[in-house]
């Protein structure tokens, strides 16, 4: 089975696939010991990894690689956020070409004008492309894959435009005209009443995917109770919980002196080796190493 019909399989079982952004391979096998059913391979995360802003500064070379590399070390389905498609649609051919044959079970592409600006920044400057536009991307994006089970999700930022919800619906329904397999409908407002209201009122053709990272109340109970929605995507929490963890361990290092307190509060480094699989080096060393 290829890695997007894993994927539909998660859906169509669990009625809502929970995908976990992941900047790193180490983040990626994290999230999957965890339970989740996929990876979010986040652009915000990988922007911020690099100590940049998410607006089209990371390649999709650079993006890529990360990719692979969260492949080779996770068996889950990944889900990449590959922003406005690295241009026009003759870009957005190329990139499903190099996505799909990196091991991707689906791609998201937004209707933003490139360079991107990052969605969730306080008077964002935030310019979508034309509809008729964004359907020539979408329609190229799904005439370009190989696998019929590899996913194309079309993302508006509509609401994140501030242009409101008829807007966003109107722009939802033509981009699943387009033949996008699933809608994602994305919002920075901290009440959830905005995505709730969109996905009560959405009667398109496929279903909607959430990425609930400014409106954290809406959880899965309540996702599921609304009935359009089939994938949650925890969109920054990765990067977050790691920057809490860090920042929390180097000021302890520095304010104490040393390490002998905060040793205490973080894994032995026993974990990382098991992290690291160092129980398969250690056969491979005890078989071949003479
Ligand atoms: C990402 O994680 O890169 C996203 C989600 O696209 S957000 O940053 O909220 O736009
Ligand atoms: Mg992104």
């Known amino acids: 089975m290829s890695k997007g019909a894993i994927l539909k399989q998660a859906i169509t079982t669990?009625?809502?696939?929970?995908?976990?952004?992941a900047h790193s391979p180490l983040s990626a096998i994290l999230a999957e010991e965890a339970g989740f059913d996929g990876i979010w391979a986040s652009g915000f995360e990988l922007s911020a990894l690099y100590g940049l802003a998410d607006m089209s500064?990371?390649?999709m070379t650079q993006h890529l690689?990360?990719?692979r590399a969260i492949a080779g070390q996770s068996s889950l389905p990944i889900v990449a956020d590959i922003d406005t498609g690295y241009g026009n649609a003759l870009n957005v051919i190329h990139a499903i070409g190099e996505y799909e044959k990196a091991g991707t079970a689906a791609v998201v592409?937004?209707?933003k004008t490139f360079p991107k600006v990052t969605s969730l920044a306080a008077d964002g400057r935030q310019e979508l492309l034309r509809i008729e536009e964004f359907q020539g991307k979408i329609e190229a994006a799904v005439s370009a894959r190989s696998d019929p089970d590899f996913i194309v999700i079309a993302r508006t930022e509509a609401l994140i435009a501030g242009l409101g919800e008829e807007e966003a619906l109107r722009r939802g329904?033509?981009?699943a005209g387009a033949g996008a397999d699933m809608i994602l409908v994305h919002s920075k407002k901290e009440d959830p009443a905005e995505i709730e209201s969109f996905s009560r009122t959405w009667k398109g053709p496929v279903p909607l995917v959430i990425v609930p990272n400014a409106y954290p109340e809406l959880d899965a109970t309540r996702?599921?109770?609304l009935g359009n929605i089939q994938m949650t995507i925890y969109g920054n929490y990765g990067i977050r919980a790691a920057t809490t963890a860090m920042q929390y361990a180097f000021r302890r290092i520095i304010a104490d002196g040393g390490v002998q307190n905060v040793h205490k509060d973080i894994v032995p480094v026993e974990e990382i080796f098991r992290l690291q699989r160092m129980d398969q080096v250690k056969a491979a060393e005890m078989r071949f190493l003479r």
């Open 14 to 21: 669990k009625g809502l696939a929970h995908v976990m952004a």
């Open 57 to 59: 500064l990371i390649t």
């Open 65 to 67: 690689d990360m990719l």
């Open 109 to 111: 592409i937004e209707d």
């Open 173 to 175: 329904i033509a981009y």
């Open 223 to 225: 996702i599921r109770a």
